[in-house]
């Protein structure tokens, strides 16, 4: 899944493990969130898009995602 996690969080001018100590993971979490390897829980995208100031669907680009899987589902 594609997040703004690594944009929200260079923009804030913030290392992984700064944003990792704040939402209560480990930066490989982050790395992982950011490589889009993991897709973080409900609370854990809420806890980040709490830091940020931007709503979850925001955050986890909620729309374009949908908009891909809906795409995947179409050429079945």
Do not use: H, W
Request: charged share 30%.
């Amino acid at each position: 899944m594609k997040t703004r996690v690594k944009e929200l969080r260079t923009a804030a001018k913030m290392t992984q493990q700064q944003l990792a100590d704040l939402v209560y993971v480990s930066s490989r979490t982050i790395i992982s969130i950011e490589k889009g390897q993991y897709n973080p829980s409900l609370m854990l995208a809420y806890r980040m898009a709490v830091v940020f100031g931007v709503t979850v669907e925001e955050l986890c680009c909620l729309q374009e995602n949908k908009e891909l899987e809906d795409e995947q589902y179409e050429d079945l």
